[in-house]
C-alpha cells in the first residue's frame, strides 16, 4: 500500500474514531437516566477493558510489534488515576449541562496540553497562545452567565478537560515504546475500579437497573473503548499526530448536532457563537502545533 493510500486510510480510520467519540456524549448521558454516575462509568470501563484484551491478541498476531514493556504495569496504575479523575468528572459534569457543551469543554484539552507543558519546559509557538487566549473566549460565551459565573457542570467539565490534558502529557511522556493497547486494557481496568469503588460508597450499585441502560453500557463500552480506540491506534499509525488530534476534535461538532437531533438539546445564540469560536480555537492551537512540528525537523 502506497503511503498516500496509508494516510487516507489512517484518515478514514480517525474519522469514523471522531464520530464514535461524538456520539460517546449522548450515550452516556442516556446511560445515567438509570445508573449513577460512578455505576456507569465502571460499568462501561471494565467491559472495554475486557473488550480490548483479544483486540491486542490479534493485533500481536497481525502487526507484531517491539515494546518495551518492562514498566507497563506501573505505567498503567498511573494512567488509570489519571484517566479516573477526567472520567468521572466529565460524567459527573454531564449531569448539569449538555452533551454538545461538556464535547466543546472538554475539547480544551488541545489548547491546555501545550500550555501546561510550558511548565515543564515544553515550547508553546505564538498561534498556540493565541489559540489559548481565543479559547478562553469561546468559552466565556459558552458557559459564563450573567452575574459572571460558571455553571456547575461546565466547571467540574473544565476540571475533567485539565484532567484529560496530563493524561496526554504522561502518555507522550512514558508510553512511545509500550504497547498502546496493551496499557489502554491495564488504564481502563484501573479506571473502572477506582470508579467501582467510589460508587460502592456513594450510589446503589447493587439496586441499580443494568437492563435499563444496556444498550448505552454496550454502546460505551464495545464500541467506544474497544472499536474507537482501536482505531485510533491504527490511524495514529499513518497520520501525523496534529492533523489527528485536529480530526478527532470534530467529536465536538458531532456531539452538538447529536444532542440537537437525539436528545432535543438546545444551545442560545451565545453558546453557538462560543462553539464556533473555540472550535477556531481549536484548528489554530493545532496548526501551531503543526508548523512547530516542522521547524524541529527540519
Given at each position: ?6 494516510r487516507?486510510r489512517?484518515?478514514i ?7 464514535i ?5 449522548i ?5 445515567m ?18 473488550v480490548l ?17 518492562k ?5 498503567g496504575l498511573l494512567?488509570?488515576?489519571v ?14 449541562t ?15 496540553v501545550?500550555l501546561?507543558g510550558r511548565?515543564?519546559?515544553?515550547p ?18 459558552l458557559?459564563i452567565?450573567s ?16 484532567f484529560?490534558s496530563?493524561?496526554?502529557l ?6 512511545k515504546?509500550?504497547d498502546?493497547?496493551?496499557l ?18 456513594v ?7 443494568y437492563?435499563?441502560s444496556?444498550w ?10 474497544g472499536?474507537?480506540y ?17 480530526i ?16 432535543n ?7 453557538l457563537?462560543g462553539c ?14 503543526e ?8
Open positions: 500500500m502506497t503511503m498516500e493510500k496509508s487516507v489512517g484518515e480510520f480517525l474519522s469514523i474514531t471522531a464520530i467519540w461524538g456520539l460517546s456524549f450515550s452516556q448521558k442516556l446511560g437516566n438509570h445508573l449513577g454516575p460512578f455505576t456507569f462509568s465502571a460499568t462501561r470501563l471494565l467491559l472495554g477493558s475486557i484484551v483479544p483486540v491486542f491478541l490479534v493485533l500481536d498476531r497481525l502487526m507484531p510489534e517491539d515494546y518495551d514493556n514498566h507497563i504495569l506501573p505505567l494512567f488509570g488515576t484517566l479516573f479523575f477526567a472520567i468521572s468528572t466529565q460524567q459527573y459534569g454531564l449531569q448539569y449538555t452533551a454538545g457543551k461538556s464535547a466543546f469543554i472538554t475539547a480544551l484539552y488541545i489548547l491546555f501545550p501546561i511548565m515543564f519546559n515544553k508553546v509557538g505564538s498561534l498556540q497562545w493565541i489559540g489559548a487566549i481565543i479559547g478562553t473566549i469561546g468559552l466565556y460565551l458557559s452567565q452575574g459572571f459565573h460558571m455553571q456547575f457542570g461546565d466547571l467540574i467539565t473544565v476540571v475533567s478537560s485539565l484529560w496530563i493524561h496526554i504522561l502518555i507522550d511522556h512514558f508510553a515504546r509500550l498502546g493497547v496493551r489502554s486494557a491495564i488504564q481502563f481496568f484501573v479506571a473502572g475500579l477506582l470508579n467501582l469503588i467510589v460508587a460502592l460508597f450510589e446503589d450499585v447493587w439496586g441499580s437497573n437492563i435499563a444496556i448505552p453500557i454496550l454502546f460505551s463500552g464495545v464500541v467506544v473503548v472499536v474507537a482501536t482505531f485510533q491506534i491504527l490511524g495514529q499509525r499513518t497520520v501525523n499526530p496534529a492533523t489527528a488530534s485536529l478527532m476534535s470534530f467529536e465536538a461538532v458531532v456531539a452538538v448536532i447529536a444532542g440537537m437531533l437525539l436528545l438539546e438546545t444551545m442560545s445564540t451565545r453558546e457563537i464556533a469560536i473555540m472550535f477556531g480555537a481549536i484548528i489554530l492551537s493545532q496548526q501551531g502545533a508548523d512547530e512540528s516542522i521547524e524541529l525537523s527540519d
